[in-house]
C-alpha cells in the first residue's frame, strides 16, 4: 500500500498528508469489506 512507505518517515511534509493518508485508508479498509459483504451475499445465493 502507499500509505506504508510514508509510515517510517519521522515527520509528514504535510499535516495535510497524513490526513489523506488516513483517509486513503479507511476508505481502502471500508470498500474491501464491502466488497467481500457483497461476494459473500452472492455466494449464500
Do not use: C, H, Y
Not at 518517515?9 to 495535510?16: F, I, K, W
Not at 493518508?21 to 459483504?37: R, S, T
Request: net charge positive; charged share 20%; hydrophobic share 40%.
Amino acid at each position: 500500500m502507499i500509505t506504508l512507505g510514508n509510515v517510517g518517515r519521522d515527520q509528514p511534509s504535510e499535516p495535510q498528508e497524513t490526513v489523506r493518508n488516513l483517509v486513503g485508508a479507511g476508505g481502502a479498509i471500508m470498500f474491501g469489506m464491502w466488497a467481500f459483504a457483497s461476494s459473500g451475499v452472492k455466494k449464500r445465493r
